[in-house]
């Protein structure tokens, strides 16, 4: 798996799966409607301004709440490349590996605005804009694999040689 380069949006303690996206949202199964409301609660232009790659970064129990998976599919279909957090929701953490959104348990020094890269096989986060960087634990085969896939059932249907019929065909 590549290094994940991207700016950084920093967030607080505790952000529930409301706060991502408000249950009010819930009812639309489109993709792009459901993640113009992302994080809207917290910062209501974050939906506008986030771009494909970007990377949140926040404090302890991210993605506390409901179990709703429509939190990480919403953050990953808005462009989030991968979160940072002191620690996670158990449910969150899974709910987001299972789509392919990657989470990682870390403490990081960072600023809204600052560019960060995440090489997730290696076990190194670096903060580019200040030169410091942060080691973790290096995600395992299985793990990066379910990533690199896209999601827990992209790799099972990958792995069984399975065609996925929720793919468009035209990419």
Request: net charge positive.
């Amino acid at each position: 798996m590549e290094k994940i380069v991207g700016k950084v949006w920093k967030f607080r303690d505790s952000i529930d799966t409301d706060v991502i996206i408000a249950g009010r949202y819930l009812r639309t199964f489109s993709l792009d409607e459901l993640s113009s409301h992302v994080m809207e609660a917290e910062d209501p232009e974050f939906a506008e301004k986030v771009q494909k790659g970007d990377i949140i970064v926040a404090g302890w129990n991210f993605g506390c709440g409901s179990s709703r998976e429509q939190a990480p599919v919403a953050l990953k279909h808005a462009g989030v490349s991968s979160i940072i957090a002191k620690s996670f929701a158990r449910i969150f953490y899974r709910n987001a590996i299972n789509v392919g959104l990657p989470v990682i348990t870390a403490d990081v020094e960072s600023e809204k605005g600052n560019m960060m890269s995440v090489d997730l096989e290696n076990g190194i986060i670096e903060n580019i804009s200040t030169t410091k960087k942060f080691k973790i634990k290096p995600f395992d085969k299985f793990m990066l694999d379910i990533l690199k896939d896209g999601g827990l059932v992209k790799h099972q249907l990958k792995k069984n040689k399975i065609k996925d019929s929720t793919s468009n065909p035209n990419k």
